[in-house]
């Protein structure tokens, strides 16, 4: 069973900087590409950044320039960076895993969400 645990998210001010992190916990797996995605009040479901296993990033337009994702592979942990917050940048965020499991001459291969952690950015 994998489990995704976030931190990191609060309230800050317009122009300031958070790091959220996402470590990845269970046994017998591999964790292809992780990634960000956040869900503001009203609003659908967003991707915000991904990283592949071999740390190839791609990121949501809004967020260029401001946002960098990152890994610790030996640590199955996933952070984003986000720096020169916005007040639309307001959300909940939630980190995503797809993992492969090997499992007799094949594998598995599954998807995972983090609980969410609430980002504010207020004056």
């Known amino acids: 069973q994998v489990q995704l645990v976030e931190s990191g998210g609060g309230l800050v001010q317009p122009g300031g900087s958070l790091r959220l992190s996402c470590a990845a916990s269970g046994s017998g797996f591999s964790i292809n590409a992780m990634g960000w995605y956040r869900q503001a009040p009203g609003k659908q479901r967003e991707l915000v950044a991904i990283i592949t296993s071999g740390s190839g990033t791609n990121y949501a337009d809004s967020v260029k320039g401001r946002f960098t994702i990152s890994r610790d592979n030996a640590k199955n942990t996933v952070y984003l960076q986000m720096n020169s917050l916005k007040p639309e940048d307001t959300a909940v965020y939630y980190c995503?895993?797809?993992?492969?499991?090997?499992?007799?001459?094949?594998?598995?291969?599954?998807?995972?969400w983090g609980q969410g952690t609430q980002v504010t950015v207020s004056s």
């Open positions: 995503n895993a797809h993992t492969e499991t090997r499992v007799g001459s094949g594998y598995a291969f599954d998807e995972h």
